[in-house]
């Protein structure tokens, strides 16, 4: 067992929607509605629905940021990007413990099943079961995921006839009142139940291990919420429709109950096997998801380094996955009421902080920082969801607070006693901060970072245009010149590279503009020429904030891009042109290209390119 370079990309679609599915519908559902229609009375149908509403705008955010940063640790990844390592080692270990504990209680709500269909010690056969997974994860993130995809299928369609054939049983007058508590045990009872809705973090927590991330965590994300919250909620309302409420106030095995009300003895019994499929799937999940947080915590060193050993047979973070389940097991011992508040707690905390992450590090102007997926509605989507979020943590009480100030002060220590002296992390908040203060407080090592990610998000493997990027010669202008000005200056410094005279480059350069344009546009040029010569070729990368005079009808070329090869370069000489025009055919490209930062965030620009890529071995 030892170090690889990277984890296994074995996830597609179906793998995504089955884990953020599987790892929802779980005790949320079927231990939850019991206690928490004791809070709200039927009105616990708009605190499901509410929930779901609040996590979409967690969700599109965490779609974004995972699309832009598809690596181990999720939300954990973002917000230390975002906010620094300080913060982000409190998110971390706030969303590992959080899923964690969901997975503890989904362990919970199985033995309480399985001690209703056969004579055995229920926590005793989660603690097996829980070994179980680890072991699965251990193997691969594909062979867990397809378990994943089994179970929640089987899900699903124990739901569907749940709800199908109850829909018709519904008693009106089981639903009256409808809020006997009042409107506020409501908002409480969202905050309540709003750890359902936790699977969506597991899905960012693997992005690294996602094929095409960029297309399938948002529609993989998008897909399970919005089945996950009408199944919810019709479920949630067939329950409180069809038991009286001295039978569902309380009860553990609601839609256990439920089932026996609809379809008898066999509905009590297909119910409870939907739910211990639940757990089973939410078990397997928690522990897939949980340990990316060690992984990426220990990556950054903020945890000891043997927790990012990844095993080089089968490409998974092995001590991590031990020690999450260990912990999963060890949580078995608290009590259910303090599992749901803290789990609930520390996921809304986490869907607040990945809200402002997305803030934070679109106003930061970093150029690099390329989702492919945007959240719509910016920033109101976001100011929405950390305004209801917020609003919910407040009326969870009390303890909610205590909760959240503990998990929060243990996650502010391992950073102060343990990560603080290990890391320099820039984060996209002191880049905001540098558009106000001065901009020697940031270095370029987040723009490195993030282009390092993009470019193994999207595959791109450097060929000989790019190299010829990272070497090119780079002119940055802030003055105004004609066209015989800049002729000059650039034939001057290629000319040097070149080992060629400067007047005679620059004479081939003025015959080559008169006998055709070289503009592509009002606002682009593409000087090229043949010089004498073999094997040489070099391009120069320019930009003229206030213009080059080309003509009368382009005084204002702000983005030229100089090629000169010698004869037996023709062919990459036109492979080099072809580069460029897919390169300058992005819908935004003139706006990066005269916003940019500095001489790196222009070659960025080319090289983060999503144009064809040539053989890379080295020829034209």
């Known amino acids: 067992m030892g170090k690889t370079k990277g984890l296994r990309k074995g996830l597609n679609l179906i793998h995504v929607f089955a884990i953020a599915s599987g790892a929802m519908i779980s005790s949320g559902l079927f231990i939850l509605p019991g206690l928490a229609h004791a809070m709200a009375g039927p009105a616990v149908i708009w605190s499901y629905l509410l929930a779901g509403i609040l996590a979409t705008a ?68 989660g603690a097996v079961l829980c070994l179980v997974f680890i072991g699965l994860n251990l193997v691969g993130v594909k062979e867990a995921a397809r378990v994943q995809v089994a179970l929640v ?25 409808f809020a006997p508590y009042g409107l506020a045990p409501v908002f409480t009872t969202t905050g309540f139940v709003f750890v359902s809705y936790g699977g969506l973090l597991k899905v960012a927590s693997m992005a690294e291990e996602i094929h095409r991330p960029g297309r399938v965590i948002p ?80 990556r950054d060193r903020l945890l000891p380094s043997p927790l990012a050993k990844v095993n080089t047979r089968f490409r998974t973070p092995h001590v991590a996955i031990i020690v999450t389940g260990a912990a999963i097991i060890l949580s078995l011992l608290l009590k259910l009421g ?112 993030l282009k390092d990610i993009v470019r193994v998000r999207d595959g791109i493997v ?29 034939a001057e410094r290629l000319a040097s590279r070149m080992n060629l005279d400067a007047d005679v480059l620059a004479q081939a350069l003025r015959h080559r503009e008169a ?20 094997g040489r070729f070099e391009l120069l990368l320019a930009r003229a904030r206030e213009g080059v005079r080309f003509s009368d009808k382009a005084p204002g070329v702000h983005t030229i891009f100089m090629l000169a090869g ?24 003139e706006r990066r290209w005269l916003s940019a930062k500095n001489e790196q965030a222009l070659r960025d620009i080319m090289l983060l390119s999503s144009r064809h890529r040539h053989d890379t071995a080295g020829g034209a």
């Open 566 to 589: 010698t004869r037996d370069e023709r062919n990459f000489h036109l492979r080099a042109l072809a580069a460029i025009a897919q390169t300058v055919q992005a819908k935004d490209f």
């Open 58 to 125: 967690g969700a599109l955010s965490i779609a974004e940021l995972a699309t832009a940063m598809p690596r181990a640790g999720g939300d954990y990844f973002f917000i230390t990007r975002g906010f620094g390592p300080g913060v982000g080692t409190v998110a971390g270990i706030l969303s590992w413990f959080a899923l964690s504990l969901k997975s503890t209680f989904a362990i919970v709500g199985m033995a309480t099943f399985l001690a209703l269909i056969v004579n055995i010690h229920g926590l005793s056969a």
């Open 462 to 490: 450097a060929d000989r245009f790019d190299r010829l990027v990272e070497q090119a010669i780079l002119l940055d202008i802030d003055r105004k010149l004609d066209m015989e000005e800049f002729i000059e200056l650039a």
């Open 219 to 298: 529609l993989g994300l998008l897909l399970s919420l919005v089945a996950v919250t009408i199944f919810y909620t019709l479920a949630v309302a067939v329950t409180s429709g069809v038991l009286e409420s001295e039978v569902l106030n309380g009860s553990l095995t609601p839609l256990s109950d439920g089932g026996r009300a609809i379809m008898g003895q066999f509905g009590y019994v297909a119910m409870s096997i939907g739910a211990i499929l639940a757990f089973v799937s939410t078990a397997n999940a928690g522990i897939m998801a949980a340990s990316r947080y060690l992984l990426a915590l220990s």
């Open 338 to 449: 303090v599992l749901v508040e803290a789990a609930s707690t520390v996921l809304i905390l986490t869907y607040i902080l990945s809200c402002l992450s997305v803030v934070v590090l679109r106003e930061s102007g970093l150029q690099n920082y390329r989702p492919v997926f945007k959240a719509p509605l910016y920033p109101w989507l976001q100011i929405g969801g950390i305004a209801g979020l917020g609003f919910v943590l407040f009326e969870m009480g009390v303890r909610a607070y205590f909760i959240s100030l503990g998990l929060i002060l243990l996650g502010f220590l391992v950073f102060w006693f343990y990560g603080r002296t290990g890391i320099k992390q820039e984060s996209a908040l002191l880049h905001v901060v540098t558009r106000l203060t001065a901009r020697e407080l940031v270095t370029a090592s987040l723009e490195r970072e």
């Open 515 to 534: 006998e055709s344009s070289t503009l592509l546009s009002p606002t682009l040029a593409v000087p090229h020429v043949i010089v004498p010569g073999e």
């Open 153 to 177: 299928a089987g899900l699903f369609a124990l739901l569907s006839l749940y709800v199908l054939v109850g829909l018709s049983q519904v008693r009106s007058e089981l639903l009256i009142p």
